[in-house]
Every structure is written in C-alpha cells, then in structure tokens.
C-alpha cells in the first residue's frame, strides 16, 4: 500500500532574510538579531508586552507561554498552541503571529473575560504565574472550537470540565494552592455545574444556575477568539523562510539544502552549527555555548512528514510530540479493536506525560531522541519506542541509513553534523500460527512511569513499557514474546531486560515463573553508581513487571481486587487482552485533579465594606500582564546588568577569580567585589535585628553559595553567562575544615546566641511530670529538612544613580526600609541619600525579607561605581543556590505518658541549623515553641542550640519554625499512640488544652477563654468532614485492598503571632479619590485590598452622601522609603492588619478635621456628598493629609490563630506514591476582613505546606551547595498533586476586643495543616508494614513506630511499605 501522507509542514516558496511575525496584532520585521535570542527576551526587551514572565526559563514552569498561531497549508487552517517563549528561539518564530495575555485584553480595551473570572474567582495572588495560566486557559479554549461538537450555551465554551484543568497542568503558581485557577478555568468548561464552582464575587449563595451564568463575564468564542492578523494571512500561500546570513540562521527546505549547509566549505571550517527544531533541550542543557549557524530542521518535508502505511506509521523527526499523540490517537479512534492500534494509543497516553503541552507543541520526537542518544538524556519515548520495536532513519554525510533504534541507541554519541530524519514505529499484530497448538493469541501493552506529579512536567525516577505476545494453553497464559523496556533510572539510555525476555518467552505464567522473572529483572535494572534512590528504582521494575503479569499468572490469589491491574477471574485471554486494552478496565483510574471543593464563609456587615470579598485590588491587570513588576520596568539608558559569582566551597580561601581567556568575556563590563566598596563604606549586604551580614565573601569564603563578586555586563545574559564561565581559584590549606552539620556545630561549640529575651520559658517541672508517667519514650530523634521558597519572581533590583550621590533603588523586597540603611551603610552615605521603591512582590514567603537586600545592595553599590544604572533578574539557579531557606533542624525528645495517652512531661534537645550568619535565627526558639506548645505537656523543657554552620545563612520562610514546632509535637503524639497501640486521634484529643492549661502553655497570648476557639473546631470539623464514618470505610477499604492503603488524620494547630508597629499615610486629593501610603507590602497576600476597604470604612464615618461606597475611590500606592519611614517587615502573617490599623487611625484624623465643615455645609444646603465635601475642604485649607505610627498594647502585642485539618490520602503500595483523596479544614479567622483573601491564604499556605511535607527535596552536595537547583531537580506541588476533594471553612469566630476590627491573621498559620497530609500517609504506611509482616517480612522497627521523614517522598513511602513488598508476596503465595 502507498503510503498515506497525514500532515506536511508548509512548502517554502520564498526566501527572506529579514524575520516577519505579529505580536498582538502588531507587525515586527527584524533585520538582524542574535539567532540565540529568546522570544521572551525580545518580547520583554523590544516589546511593551511585559505579560510574558521568566519564572524559570526551562520550560517548567509556564509562566512565560504565549499562543503561537501558524497556517498550515495542508489543513488549510491556522493552528493556535501554547509555547514557552524562554526556549523558542526568535527565529523561528518567522511567520507566525504571537499572542500574548495582553493580547487578549487589557484596562485601555477592556479585559478579556478571561481576566475577569480570573479576578472574579480570586485566582490571583502575587499574579506572576497568572497571565501564563491565562494563555494556557486561552489556547484550550481556542483549541475547543474546533470540536464538532454542539454550540454551548452563552457564556460557556466547547471546553469539558477535565480538559479545562488539564489545560494548566505545566504551569506552577506558589500562591494560590491552585483551587480558585481551576475554577476560573472550568467557568468555561460546559459541562461544569454551577454548583462545584467556588468562592467568587459573581454571584451570591442561592442563585439559580441561570442566574449564576448570567453573572459571569460573558464568553462568546467569536468575539474573544484570536487574532491572527491580515497581512499574515494574506502571505500564508507564499510561504517565507528565514534564510539569513545575518542572522545566521538557515530554514532549508529540502535534504539536498541540509546537505550542501552541513558540508559547505563555511560551515566545515570548524564552524560551530546548531540543528535546531523546538529548541526545548536548552531547557534541560542550558546552552551557553555560541553558534555560528543554526539550521531549522522543520521545513524539510522528510523531517516534517508523517506517513502511515501497513506496517506502522513513519514520523518526521522534527513533528512536534504533539502531533505525534495526536496522530496515534486519531489511528486508535479509527479502528479501536486492533490490538496494534491499542498499543498506538497507550504510547500516546504516555506520551501526554513527557514534559508539558506547552513544551509538547514545540518538542520534536526526534529532538527527544537525539538527546537521549547523544547526551543520555531520561527520555519517555526512548523506553516506549524500544519497547514496540521502532526504527529510525539518519542521515551521515550522503548515506541514508535505516537501523533499529535499538542500534541507534547502542552507537556512540552522535556527530552534530548527523541529522535523524525519521522514526518508524510499527503496527503491532500478534503472531498468527495457524500450526499453533493455541486456539487465540494477543498482544499485552503497558507502560510505566512513577514521577513525582502524576500529569507530567516530572522526570521519572523509572519508566518502562512492556510488550508481550501471549496466548491462551489449557495451563493459562503462555508467552510466546516479550519485550522489556526500561529508561531513566540512571543508566545511560533506555534498555531491554534481555535476561528476563528470554527467561519469560515461552513460559506459561505461573506465581513461580513470575517470582523468577522479578528476580532477574531486580539484578537487570540497575541504576549507575550515584545514582539518587538506587534501591527505590530498582524495586520499581519489580513493581511494574509485577502489576503487569500478575493478573495473567496461574494459581494466583485471586480476591486481589485492587492495585495497578484488575481482577482476573480465570485466564481468558480475549477477556485479558480487552482489559489490557482497556483503560477503565486495566487500571483503576484515579481522579487526579480536584474532583470537589466547597468554601464555607461567614462575612459580616458590621463594619462594611470591611468584611465584603472585594476582588483583590489589581487582580485584572495581573491576569492580563499589565501590573508592573521590577523587572518590567524599562531599563534606563545606560542600563548595566548584573551576576553573582557564587562561592562553591564552605570554607576556603579566595586567591583570585579568572575567565579562560585573558580578556574579560563577552559584554562585560566590570567584576566588582569587597574590594569595591567605597572609603566610609563597609561591607555590609543585609541586616537584621541580630545583626549585619557581609555583601561579598572577603578574602575568604564562608559558605557555598556566597556572593563573592558581581559581575556587569551588557545583557542580563552576557553577565549570567559571564559568571558561571569565571574560575575560582580557592585555597584550603592550614583553614579548617568547615561545619556542614549540627552535630559537627556542637562539637566545636559554634552557635549563635539567642537573646535571654527571646528564649522561650519552660513549663511545669519536667522531673516531676516524668515521675507521674506510665511509659517512657527516651531520646528519640527526628530530623526536618529546608524548604526553598520557590516564589515565581526570582530576586530582582534596578538601582538608578541621582544627582549629588544619591540612589533610587527599585526592589522587590519584603522590608525595603532595611534595605535603605544597608545601602546607605555599605555605600557610606547619608541615609537621606537612598530612597527604596517597592511597588509589588512577585511572591515573597519570606525570602524576599533578608535574602533580598545583598541583592539590590550589589546592583546599588556597582551603579555607584559604575555611575550607571544597574538591574538584576536572578536566573534561577542562582536564586536556589543563595536563598538559604528554612532552617533544617533536628529534635531529640523524651516523653513521659499515662497508659491514658495523656502526657505528663516532654524534653527537646533542638539544634537548628542556622548557617554562617544570624539572620533572623534567634528568634526560632520562640517560634518553635509557639507552635509544639499546642498540646498541654503537662511539664515542658527544652534546650535550644542555634548553630553556627558553613552553610548560606537561613532566613525565614512562611511560618518559620513554627511549621517544625507543630509537626514535632504530632510527632510525639504519634510515637505515644503507637507505643500504647491507642488511635492516633485520641491520644491528640486527651493532650488538647482545655483553656487553663492554655494559659499557663501561652500567658497572656491567650485572650480570653471564648477566644479560645479550638475545641468547637475540633468538634466541628470532626461533622464536616464525617471523620468517624470515613474511619470505618477506610478500615473496610484497606482488608479489601492489597496494593493500595488509605490513611486519615486530623491535626489541630495553635499559631502564636506578633503585631508589630506600622505606619500609616492617607492623602486626599482635589477630586475625593484617596491615596494610601502603608509600610506593608503587597505580596499577593492582599494587603493593599484590605488596607483600601479599612480606608473606605473608617472614611466613610464621616457619614455624608457617597461615602459609604469609598473603596473605588482609594488607590493604595507603592511603598517609598523617604515618603513612608519606618515600614519595617512584611512578615509574621499579621502586617495586613497593623496597616490597616495605621490607616485607621490617619482616616480618624481625617474624619476628625473634616466634621465641623461637614456641619457647616450641612447647615448650609441639605446634600453633601463625598465630592462636594472635599472639594471644599481643599477651598478651605482644611489638611487633608494624615499620617500615622500604629503601635500595638503590649497586652494585646500576641495572640494566638487556631485551626484543624482532617486529611485522606492513599498510598500505593507498588510505587511510593501518594494521593491526597481529601483535605478539610476549618480555621478562625476572626472576623476576616476579606474572607476571600483570607480563604485565598488558607488554601495557598496548605498547599505550600504540603509542598514541604510530601514533595520539595532542598538537596546539597557534600559541601553544602544546593544541587536541586532547578525546576527539574525541585518540584512543587502542581495541581495534579492537591487534594482531589479541598473543603475550606473560614470560621468567623466573632468579636475579638483586643484584634483590628475582631480579624485574625491568616497568611501562615494554615500551612501548619498540612502536616495533616503526612500524618494521614504515615496512618497508610502503618496499614502496609501490618501487611508486610504478615507475609513474613522482617521490618526495620517495629510496624507502627516508624519514622516517615519529611518530605514523604515517593521513595520515602515506598522504602517504608517495603522495597520488597513484591518479592515478600510472592513468596507468601508459594509458600504452602
Ligand atoms: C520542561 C521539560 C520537561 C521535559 N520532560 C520530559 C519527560 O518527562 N520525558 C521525556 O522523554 N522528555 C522530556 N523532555 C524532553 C523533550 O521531549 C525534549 O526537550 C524535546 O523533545 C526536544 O525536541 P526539540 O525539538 O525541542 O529539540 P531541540 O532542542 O531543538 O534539539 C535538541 C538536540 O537535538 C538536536 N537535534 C534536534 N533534532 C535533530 C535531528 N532531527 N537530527 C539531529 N539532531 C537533532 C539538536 O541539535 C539539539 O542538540 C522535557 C523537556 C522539557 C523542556
Ligand atoms: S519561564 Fe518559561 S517555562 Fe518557566
Ligand atoms: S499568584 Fe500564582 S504564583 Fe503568585
């Protein structure tokens, strides 16, 4: 049969030398530009379109997608999909039409509705990830019209609600914990039900779904579809390459093109050349290097081609892996029963998991394989396509050669001059023996990956896919071929279990054939020395081949009726090879995005507007981009750019720094170090209250990850380049060795001191509490690890010099008032000299507090130097390396209890690891213990050591220390629970305080007895979640299942907190609008929008006309340290309300003066409104400025924030993987200000929180430099990872006398609650160790008093369920 021709890329007809494409609308043509130019860096350099954010800059991450739209001559259409605008290369760009968030709509056109349910649903926090979530939703809504399926209804779109969710996710945002992103996305969706929607300002409790449509900003497709504009379409039949020797960028168009540029005389002559096709591998490979040629492979029909004939299909191998899924589905939706067909289709579900859409769409197959074969790169594809028997055809010099890719694979690293052409992969059909004895034979295929996100966008600790031919003999199934493919383990490419293949080849499966296969393929995949979790990957080979033939073994116990595979009652292959082929069937299917949500609120008038959900201020102009960042603003004439050069040793001295060449490199303008300080400077790139910290390391180093010079260049990426090409040269010699860890601090006595002020006091006589106990547990250890902020804007400063030696610093910065005396401190000026301007914070969680000063310091001291401006957008990598994180600590304690459960006496020996300076670490003893002293301990005492350590310094992150402090107080209550076989939840209920025991745990912090909220909590909780009720059905779900167990857990959470004084500014101008000025930063948190509604109420006092709807009227504007003096921290969960309460006391003031005119007016015409009010105080000389200083009652300076949280999770026993099935929670708000500011906070610090307990590994090399120091090595929870069912009741607990209008803090106490979900996964765990034993295994402990470290990570769970849980079971079987 002829092949069939799918799908070609367009024909060229012309050549161009200059590069034409559209961004939102607007025509580009560029003559000449660097061919390794980003589309983002040209968009954010030469564009105003600033909506495209570098959060990562390897694609994983999202925050810089943009809708790319191209014709398609075959289709005779154009295509819209999502890119990421930091790997594509602008070049290729050539003819396309780029649509960006502003694209869509913006506050001149109007916003896109899009935007508006985006604010509307409150899925915007800090906004940097929101206009990429935007484009994401965006395309899949364009991508929807194209379905043939009936017109929805108004408002809503051809979208489903499961494609909505999928549609985000690659794309990460730290803030919001993802719920209101999926709702904004489902509002679309036309199968959503109003119902499940959540919290919004659209509609109220109780209106109808019509009612409920109606109110969401309309959608029409035809109006809000996408431009893809005239002059563009009018050139789509002359199809243009970029050919140009400017640019130094090459589109041929046939083989012959390729050829004569591969082999010209220019490019022989030791030219460096770049084959190029979606260009994502630099995301991976982070390309420095500089090419002289870059030859675009996708114009060439042979590369872009896809072809299906009898025996299978052939792909070009630059066709986007997209394609390449969509083309094997569309096979499989033709002809479904073909078992080759079926094999098409779980390739391309697979394939759905490489990387995400957004990279997908531009990702070539056969890029994907080149990086597997010539840089040993973890491929999906590699394993899936060995596994089916494919073959590729490459290119080498003039040969034409088709091998096997199992030969490709095996040759050495291929030249860059060889180029792959295409990969076949074949249509499978099972062998048909008329001569066989078998009546019927079939093809099983599965394929595996265990990674930590569920959907993708995570390299998998094991991939595999297995083929085998099999048939049915009396005796059950025989194997009559098998092939086993398995890939990034940590070996160097893909391979086949040879061993195990031959071994099961011709087998008829059995428990005891099954049980020597797992043998030999534990001894066959083994990952290379080095290799992380080495043991962990191996088991998982075992689990996959397992859940892959078990179900097929004879004599096998059948009443298995979970895990991977399904029952199998009887061995009919039909029946097997439909289940097989079968997804509802094969594997049960969990949900794997948020399946239910319900936001319980109470708001109250009381204090109106205060109290209203008002939409959080700026959210529209976040979605659609316009908000201005410090990276957004435009670079100044003159600009220089700036890079850290890191130190990458812990104790060392530095002799020197050097580059390869004599000369400096490209673009650099200067390296500055400590020596550049000027005379009556010093040294100083950061303070706390405990003290300054050095800006560069002097002549030695202290820490891995110290700045030790800055280097300036021309572009932002000459300097990063620049500063990871300088060679250090360091010495060692008669220097200590460093201390890497607490132990090591505690033998050579290095620790910083803690203020007697600061330490936390002890309760209760210990020795006495002991003596009441029944039991005893003694020194037992638990070790917490760092956690890295992973805000989405990395750290950021443009430093501008002004007249007579003055600065104007732009930071995104939490506390810029301390960065105004460090700045003025190391540049030996008066303070009045410096002047800070933060507008807002892509995200802080503390790390922007202190971490950020040494970063604007630099771009301030170089600009001084330099006399030219200075900026700096930390590449990621750098971020992660000096960001220093949360404070790793380990716990000693010893527990004294009653047979009861009760405690009566608990000892912690605490050793922090604080790093080599004191930050903000001696204030960690306090907020350790503010949180652990949650449960009445009867006698509490501790030792606290702060230790001094040769690693970057830790700061403080969203609930510094108390996030510890409350996990090992569960901790405790867990390993009591266990010792005396009693339910977890009990022995937690018997330790809460009752209020008497609260007061004497807290003092003062503790209010007043009907503050004292947590027990109502508790209780209620215990009915909304029916606690009770889902005990029982777990108990009855884990006898039934073998593969999977289920836990549940419900923790409780006291947060003690500190007010802090704030300052206050309120300006009202000619027109009635209001100007505010807070100390607070607006981080995503909401400050701004609290602080506007505390202005619009206390405002709207004054009782005239129009008053009572202020809140539009007021405009909160950027923090300036020379206007607003004494700002101090955003931090500590509770700046929002002492602004608000600054604020108050201006508007009072305001109010104040404004009375007497008001009666005066009033007595004089019988309407006064707002407007009339103020304009005639300004014509009165009435002072309509007012500014204040909020300083906090020392007796109401602390309180405490109470909550609970019950979580369901479900641990799979074969891979370490984790659910969250369910999470509930209730916490106090007060009365919250905004309850949906609040609940935003709840929701953002859970998921964050459980970032910390399940997921993010902050990993150091042996010296203590950070090495999961990308988006590949870190990963934080991304939708697929959050709770699938995420119930959230923001408790408004009434009057609180001593609180800013009754409202309580909300920013980090909840992360607390996450804890939660590791509590519920050790509840699981515990399930499987019961089980292991049973089947004979000898466990390391006991099964109940185990440890599960944090973060439970998959090899975590599944070294504790039992690495050889699989061998174990077998063996059981056979064993009679
Ligand atoms: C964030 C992210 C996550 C990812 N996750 C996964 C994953 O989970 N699983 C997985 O398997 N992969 C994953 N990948 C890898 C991804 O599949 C590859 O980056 C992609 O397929 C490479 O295709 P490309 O067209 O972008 O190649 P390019 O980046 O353009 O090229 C890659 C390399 O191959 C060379 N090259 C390209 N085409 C040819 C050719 N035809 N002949 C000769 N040389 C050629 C180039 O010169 C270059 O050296 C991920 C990538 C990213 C960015
Ligand atoms: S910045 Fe492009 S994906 Fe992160
Ligand atoms: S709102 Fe998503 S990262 Fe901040």
Known sequence: MEAEMICTEPRPLSRNESLVFAVNGERFEIQNIDPSTTLLHFLRSQTPFKSVKLGCGEGGCGACIVLLSKYDPVLKKVEHFTISSCLTLICSINGCSITTSEGLGNSKDGFHPIHQRFAGFHASQCGFCTPGMCMSLFSALVNAEEKQSPEPSPGLSKLTVSEAEKAITGNLCRCTGYRPIADACKSFAYDVDMEDLGFNSFWRKGDTKEVKVSRLPSYSPKEHSCMYPRFLKDNVKSVILLNSRRNSWYAPATIQELLSLLHSDVVQNGTKIKLVVGNTGTGYYKDTEIYDKYIDLRYIPDLSAVRRDNSGFEFGAAVSISKVIFNLKEEQKLNSCLDGNMVFKKIADHMEKVA??????????????VMAQRNYFASDITTLLLAVGSSVSILEGHKHEKVTLQEFLSRPPLDSRIVLISVHIPFLEPIRNNDSVETSSGLLFESYRAAARPLGNALPYLNAAFLADVSCNKNGVLVNNIQLAFGAYGTRRATRAREVEEYLAGKTLSVGILNKAVELVKSSVIPEDGTSHAAYRS?????????????FSNSVDYAISDGPFDKTDGILLEEACKRNNDDDHSQIVQPTFLSSANQVVESSREYYPIGESIIKSGSAIQASGEAVYVDDIPSPPNCLHGA????????????????????????????????????????????????????????????????????????????????????????TKTIDPPILTVDEAVDRASFFDVPPFLYPEKVGDFVKGMAEADHKILSTEVKLNSQYYFYMETQTALAIPDEDNCMVIYSSIQCPEFLHSVIAKCLGVPEHNIRVITRRVGGGFGGKAIKAMPVATACALAAYKLCRPVRIYLDRKTDMIMAGGRHPMKITYTVGFKSNGKITALHLDI????????????????????????????????????????????SAMRAPGEVQGSFVADAVIENVASVLSMGVDSVRKRNLHTYESLNLFYGSAAGDSIEYTLPTIWDKLARSSSYVDRIAMIEQFNGSHKWRKRGISRVPIVHEVLVRPAPGKVSILWDGSIVVEVGGIELGQGLWTKVKQMTAYALSTIQCDGSENLVEKVRVIQSDTLSLIQGGFTAGSTTSESSCEAVRLCCNVLVERLAPLKKQLQEQMDFVNWDILILQAHLQAVNLVSSSYYVPESSSIRYLNYGAAVSEVEVNILTGETRILRSDIIYDCGQSMNPAVDLGQIEGAFVQGIGFFMLEEYLTNTEGLVIADSTWTYKIPTIDTIPKQFNVEVLNSGCHKKRVLSSKASGEPPLLLASSVHCATRAAIKEARKQLKSWGSVLDGSDSTFQLEVPATMPVVKKLCGLDTVERYLQSLLTP
């Open 539 to 551: 088991s998982l080979a075992v689990s996959y081949l397992f859940s892959f033939l078990f179900s």
């Open 356 to 369: 995400s859409g957004f990279i997908r769409n531009s990702a070539s197959l056969g890029g994907n394989l």
């Open 644 to 731: 850290f050069i890191n130190s990458t040793k812990p104790l060392a001295r530095v002799k020197g720094i050097s580059f390869e060449s004599d000369s400096l490199p490209n673009g650099v303008t200067a390296i500055i170090s400590f020596k550049d300080i000027p005379e009556g400077g010093e040294n100083v790139g950061s303070k706390t209250v405990f003290g300054f910290e050095p800006l560069f390391a002097d002549d030695l180093t202290r820490c891995a990850g110290e700045p030790i010079a800055f280097v300036l260049a021309e572009t932002q990426k000459y300097a990063d380049v620049a500063a990871k090409m300088a060679l250090v040269d360091y010495d």
């Open 911 to 954: 050793l922090i690891n604080a790093g080599i300076k004191p930050d903000i670490s001696p204030a960690m003893p306090s907020n350790i213990l503010g949180a652990l002293k949650k449960y009445d301990w009867g006698a509490l005492s501790f030792d606290i050591k702060v230790c001094k350590t040769n690693h970057p310094s830790k």
